[in-house]
């Protein structure tokens, strides 16, 4: 609806930029942020270069937006299953087949996000550092309310919900990592009824 309320001019910007950020995903995902240049974006993105810096100060201006758009696509899309307080353990179900449907759809982005900030020489995105930590703080907070839900109504064992938050993020992403390295021989898709298992099974009464 909003970019229907754009001029023909403005919709052509907006999808020039989208077609930058496209290409340098792509790139930063196979040879990483250090190897890649503008020159080498602009000519994926068949622009001139000119075009790029229309758009972007410089590589790093560029590659904190595709950080940050993929930062609140995570967030949003990992905070809709959270809205079931109701029924925590579905929600928790939920929450583990949202995580399994976000890294199926946006590999690449993943890709480049757990390899470039896993380096101990990255830094780059250090101004993004508080406004991610802010997404992610409220993602825990919600997931940790779900637990305390949970727990108020004898669905699982009286543990401390952070804790237990803390806990599935970490088993999803051991299994997520397994899943990268190793798609055709661990496919995370027939891994989300095992996570729930795992992890219910062992905090849950029944």
């Known amino acids: 609806m909003e970019e229907q309320r754009l001029s023909r001019k403005e919709q052509e910007k907006l999808w020039r930029r989208k077609h930058v950020l496209s290409a340098a995903l792509e790139l930063f995902s196979k040879k990483g942020y250090h190897n890649i240049s503008m020159r080498q974006i602009a000519k994926k993105a068949e622009f001139a270069i000119g075009t790029l810096y229309k758009f972007f100060r410089n590589k790093e201006d560029l590659y904190k937006e595709i950080v940050r758009e ?15 307080e109701n029924d925590a353990i579905a929600a928790i179900e939920g929450y583990i087949n949202a995580k399994l449907d976000l890294f199926s759809d946006h590999k690449s982005s993943l890709l480049l996000y757990l390899s ?56 999803t992403n051991s299994f997520l990592f397994y899943w990268l390295e190793k798609p055709e021989e661990h496919p995370f898709e027939k891994d989300a009824s095992t996570i729930a298992e795992i992890f219910l099974k062992g905090v849950s009464y029944e």
Not at 76 to 84: A, F, H, Q, S
Not at 143 to 166: C, G, Q
């Open 116 to 171: 470039e900030t896993q380096s101990p020489s990255f830094n780059i995105s250090a101004g993004l550092d508080k406004e991610m930590q802010k997404l992610y703080n409220e993602l825990m907070d919600r997931l940790a309310k779900i637990f305390e839900s949970a727990i108020k109504r004898k669905k699982i064992r009286k543990r401390d919900p952070r804790a237990l938050a803390i806990s599935l993020e970490g088993l």
């Open 70 to 84: 993929m930062a609140e696509e995570y967030h949003r899309r990992l905070m809709e299953p959270l809205e079931r």
